[in-house]
């Protein structure tokens, strides 16, 4: 069984968006720990509302490139489109951070809320 802290992010009816990756996530995986969710400021030149982020830690059968595809399968069927500008709003935004305690997204180093997030889950992870 393999464990991996996966990012949530939304700015476009962040709090209807993020409750159903959550609903989502909960029955396609084992939930085992949430972290609090925090406003945050967009990150690029779009002027755009604030985010709302936080993370779920999950236990899952699926390798890190299979959970990839499966979480860009539920952003897609919360309205993310690939044609979304890289720092625009989302509908959601669904990130494997920490895959069996490997940080595998470097916005854990890049972003404090990020790292927040992670080590509220993992406090003991070593990075």
């Keep these: ?8 992010g939304s700015n476009i009816s962040p709090q209807k968006n993020i409750k159903a990756a959550q609903d989502i996530l909960s029955k396609e ?3 085992l720990a949430e972290s609090k969710f ?3 400021k ?3 030149p779009i002027k755009q509302p604030d985010f709302l982020n936080g993370a779920v830690l999950i236990s899952t059968d699926l390798n890190q490139q299979k959970l990839k595809s499966k979480l860009a399968k539920i952003e897609k069927k919360l309205g993310r489109t690939s044609l ?7 509908t959601i935004d669904l990130d494997i951070l920490i895959f069996n305690g490997r940080v595998v997204e470097d916005d854990f180093y890049e972003r404090d809320f990020v790292r927040k997030s992670v080590l509220e889950l993992l406090p003991d992870l070593k990075y």
Excluded: D, E, Q, S
């Design 42 to 44: 967009p990150v690029g």
């Design 1 to 8: 069984m393999n464990t991996a802290v996966i990012g949530l």
């Design 84 to 90: 979304t500008h890289h720092f625009g709003p989302r």
């Design 38 to 40: 925090t406003k945050t």
């Design 29 to 31: 995986f084992n939930v």
